[in-house]
């Protein structure tokens, strides 16, 4: 009981044009569902995304500027710690820690990714004074060495003036 159906050619292109017509409905709708609610990639955006979106990009800027200061600071302290005192070393660490501390002191900014330059200078400052007194102390070690050699060998020079004192007087 198989039955062909024979469709005219005419009868042919409109159901092809229902069918068409049936999926974009379809398709819209299920867009229309599923994208509803959605914000609007290209609509205009507002002043508040525009200020928001200009001091990310002061922040993004000041923070690869505060990186790269971060970054000399600690090559600096590293040398500090094995090189002799040098002043103008010492001056230009503690301004760049102040300068990074106050990179945004006077730019109004809600955004509380800016406390990170605080924290590191906090942490420079920190590391910085670990590392003077580090120098500190193995400058002090080096100065009792000195002073403990200089003491042996006057001790082993006034032993053996010693030694060769009794040895005239017991000679004699």
């Known amino acids: 009981m198989e039955e062909t159906i024979k469709m005219s050619r005419i009868e042919k292109r409109h159901y092809l044009g229902y069918l068409v017509a049936m999926y974009v409905v379809g398709t819209a709708l299920l867009a229309a569902i599923i994208f509803w609610g959605v914000a609007n ?39 500090l710690k094995t090189s002799p005192g040098n002043a103008v070393l010492e001056s230009d660490i503690e301004n760049q820690i102040n300068y990074l501390n106050s990179m945004y002191d006077g730019v109004p900014n809600k ?14 400052q920190r590391h910085y004074q670990d590392a003077l007194i580090l120098r500190k102390k193995a400058d002090n070690i080096r100065i009792f060495q000195n002073q403990l050699n200089e003491c042996m060998i006057g001790y082993k020079q006034n032993e053996d003036y010693m030694n060769r004192m009794r040895a005239a007087q017991s000679s004699q």
Do not use: C, N
């Not at 609509?43 to 200009?54: C, H, K, N, V």
């Not at 002061?58 to 090559?75: L, P, R, T």
């Open 41 to 79: 990639p290209f609509s205009p955006i507002s002043a508040s995304d525009r200020e928001q979106l200009r001091q990310a990009r002061i922040f993004e800027g000041q923070q690869q500027q505060a990186v790269q200061i971060y970054d000399s600071v600690m090559a600096k302290v590293r040398v």
């Open 111 to 124: 955004d509380m990714r800016t406390f990170s330059f605080y924290q590191m200078a906090l942490y420079l």
